[in-house]
């Protein structure tokens, strides 16, 4: 074969070579490209996945109410008929309470149609004014806090009725206008607490609308007689005061940031009667208080030194919270209160959380071994006042939105321990709380 030949076949060959050559490198460049693409595929849909997974842990459980026409709601020779309910609370929202159960998850209770549509209808059509000739009043309702366990329900209600005509402040600051009368004034008061076992939350709630309109009726009947103020709120608050010689403390109507737990320079020394005391950093019980302290537990003694048997939601020594064992203990001291460790968007401290179907299957001796073992860490969420004990499945949702800490979260040698939870919240309350606070 001549060389021409030979330099031409060799050409070919070469030729064959690039092509097959490209059409490798074409081959693999299209698959590295379409796994590039699929990876990208996978990534995006994992963090869907994950945005969703915590977008659903961060919604809280929640039970949705309605309240139906009762005529039975009306007292007898009823002298007054509601012609519209204003809500002047601090929570704008419809909720109305949290549900504790045993397993220690807080379920949220709301009005389905909305809280003041609720009442309002509800009220207004469940009074019975056959001939249109009775009088009308306006509901103002200031506070309205419900919080039950399986033990027991706990429904707080302060109410004023006004003439018509009075303009009202809510919570942000806006005017809630009455009606156009102007001559419109608060005629009575009512502050009414409900404290049952036996009945469901519809019936609670409506216990204490009903004892709200009784007394008001009671006033009409007799108003020369009778005070224009009913309260239960008074009455515990007197007679815890007379046994631990403090004082009746009266705030002004005006709020600031002192009157806000999370946002005050300083905490107020007292003790707290319900939530929203707590909340508001005030303490309706004030003057010396008689403490029994002793690693991080303390219990509230009369002047004479024994024991107060008085129910409290908490109290301050002026320096740290204590909060009273008694809502997520189901026996045992129940009477005593433990130091919060951690103040923020949760109060956070350590004890033993120790629930109703623990006490159920437990011995005395056992029920006491559970309540020795302080380990559990527990939390009270300022924004519903549910407490209930930190799990590694509640971490990630109390921690949305703060990568570095859900980050610290994954590297935690045991996500159950107490301390290391406490420690990770705490870093939480740090992120979150007013610059006042710190």
Same mark, same amino acid.
């Given at each position: 074969m001549s060389t021409a030949q030979n330099t031409k076949r060799r050409k070919r060959a070469d030729c064959s070579l690039v092509c097959q050559c490209n059409v490798f490198i074409h081959h693999h460049f299209d698959c590295a490209y379409k796994l590039s693409f699929m990876n990208r595929i996978c990534t995006l849909l994992t963090f869907l996945l994950i945005s969703v997974k915590l977008a659903i842990a961060q919604t809280p459980?929640?039970?949705?109410?309605?309240?139906?026409?009762?005529? +039975?709601?009306?007292?007898?020779? @009823?002298?007054?008929? #509601? /012609? =519209?309910?204003?809500?002047?609370?601090?929570? &704008?929202?419809?909720?109305?309470?949290?549900?504790?159960?045993?397993?220690?998850?807080?379920?949220e209770l709301r009005f389905k149609e909305g809280?003041?549509? +609720?009442?309002?209808?509800?009220? @207004?059509?469940?009074? #019975? /004014? =056959?001939?249109?000739?009775?009088?009308?009043? &306006?509901?103002?309702?200031?506070?309205?806090?419900?919080?039950?366990?399986?033990?027991?329900?706990h429904f707080e209600l302060a109410v004023l009725f006004f003439t018509h005509g009075a303009t009202l402040q809510n919570p942000t600051?806006?005017?809630?206008?009455?009606?156009?009368?102007?001559?419109?004034?608060?005629?009575?008061?009512?502050?009414?607490?409900?404290?049952?076992?036996?009945?469901?939350?519809?019936?609670?709630?409506?216990?204490?609308?009903?004892?709200?309109?009784?007394?008001?009726?009671?006033?009409?009947?007799?108003?020369?007689?009778?005070l224009s103020i009913y309260s239960d709120f008074a009455l515990e608050s007197a007679q815890a005061a007379r046994e631990l010689g403090l004082g009746?403390?009266?705030?002004?109507?005006?709020?600031?940031?002192?009157?806000?737990?999370?946002?005050?320079?300083?905490?107020?020394?007292?003790?707290?009667?319900s939530f929203s005391e707590l909340r508001q950093n005030r303490p309706s019980l004030t003057g010396n208080l008689v403490i029994r302290e002793k690693n991080d537990f303390a219990e509230l003694r009369k002047p004479s030194g024994s024991n107060a048997r008085n129910r409290f939601f908490g109290f301050c020594d002026g320096k740290d919270l204590f909060i009273s064992r008694r809502s997520y203990q189901s026996g045992g001291l129940t009477q005593r209160y433990v130091r919060v460790k951690s103040v923020g968007r949760y109060l956070v401290?350590?004890?033993?959380?120790?629930?109703?179907?623990?006490?159920?299957?437990?011995?005395?001796?056992?029920?006491?071994?559970?309540?020795a073992n302080y380990k559990d860490c527990i939390v009270l969420d300022m924004q519903t006042g549910g407490v209930f004990r930190v799990t590694k499945d509640k971490l990630p949702a109390m921690l949305a939105g703060h990568d570095d800490l859900l980050a610290e979260l994954e590297t935690l040698s045991?996500?159950?321990d107490g301390l290391q939870q406490l420690r990770l919240l705490d870093k939480l309350n740090k992120l979150v709380r007013p610059v006042s606070m710190r």
């Open positions: 459980a929640t039970m949705n109410f309605t309240l139906r026409t009762d005529l +039975t709601m009306s007292p007898r020779r @009823c002298l007054f008929t #509601i /012609d =519209s309910v204003v809500s002047t609370r601090l929570d &704008t929202t419809n909720l109305f309470g949290t549900w504790q159960h045993p397993s220690g998850k807080t379920t809280f003041q549509p +609720t009442l309002n209808h509800f009220i @207004c059509s469940s009074l #019975i /004014d =056959s001939d249109k000739k009775l009088p009308n009043y &306006t509901l103002v309702v200031q506070e309205f806090a419900l919080t039950g366990t399986p033990e027991t329900t600051g806006a005017a809630v206008p009455v009606n156009d009368n102007p001559q419109g004034l608060p005629v009575y008061k009512a502050d009414i607490i409900v404290e049952i076992s036996s009945k469901t939350v519809v019936e609670v709630l409506k216990q204490g609308l009903a004892i709200a309109l009784l007394k008001f009726n009671d006033y009409l009947t007799n108003p020369a007689t009778t009746q403390f009266a705030y002004d109507s005006i709020r600031t940031d002192e009157d806000n737990l999370l946002r005050c320079s300083q905490l107020r020394l007292g003790v707290y009667q401290w350590i004890d033993n959380y120790i629930t109703s179907g623990e006490i159920a299957g437990a011995s005395f001796g056992l029920v006491g071994a559970l309540a045991n996500p159950q």
